[in-house]
């Protein structure tokens, strides 16, 4: 497995508090089948920009630290980059270096905020395409919007975008409207990618033992592939810098509706 979104870097964000706590999540991420990890540590998000050579230098010191601890994982450089204005101006600069791409790839994890505007979002995704990034939406059911208007989201699919989602969301960690909402998006087959998004050791972590148990009932019973091997599959071609070419739905089958959105609306 590759988690492609984690803040396991300590120091840098609300993540990780200490290079303890990092390897202790890297302890879970290697208990959960995880062979490579991405560091995602937040870009731009009320503006600030962690520089990216002292990024590199706190992966090289997190890997250094983890083979000597004979933890047996990868980590890998990327970052969770806020998607706006600055945000463009950021990337403008970094075409060629890839500074905060995934793992030296064009893939770029874009988080969109609640005040994004989906409108607004489908211009700046198609700029970042121009310019030759490849997005992928980090945690895209925190987003009731994108539910709202699934076309659009389609439409973004179909020109190259791809999808993550948090593995916790499967178990209920975000509440159980993520949880309905990580199924729909599961079921209509647009989860191209999955992350821990761990923080810390003792809540969202980067254990996803669970999660993987859960996704595999739910294979079963929706009758559709593992989302976890598919995830993998998907994440493998970003670590060689591959294109996706995932499926798209040709109709969206709507969110069954949980006895709490009966209940509650
Ligand atoms: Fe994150």
Known sequence: MIDIHSHILYGVDDGSESLEMSLEMLRLSEASGV??????????????VPDWAELQERREELQRAADKARIEITIHLG???????????????CTE??????????????????QTRP???????????LR??????AHIERFPQLLEEPDQLLSWIRRGVLCQCNAGSFT????????ERVRTLYRNGVIHLLGS??????FRTTDMREAREELARLAHKEQRQDLWQSATANADQILWDRVCYPEVPDHWQPQKRGLLSRLFG
């Open 35 to 48: 062979s490579d990890i991405i560091a995602t540590p937040h870009v731009n998000r009320k503006g600030i």
């Open 119 to 129: 409108s607004i979002a489908e211009n700046m995704l198609n700029t970042l395409q």
């Open 97 to 114: 270096t890839r500074e905060y791409c995934l793992a030296d790839s064009r893939y770029v994890l874009i988080e969109l905020t609640n």
């Open 197 to 202: 998004d761990g923080h810390r050791t003792a």
């Open 172 to 179: 209920g960690e975000f509440g159980p409207k993520v949880k």
């Open 132 to 137: 030759g990034y490849w997005p992928v939406l």
């Open 79 to 93: 970052a969770e980059v806020e998607l706006n204005g600055a945000t463009m101006d950021l990337l403008q600069k």
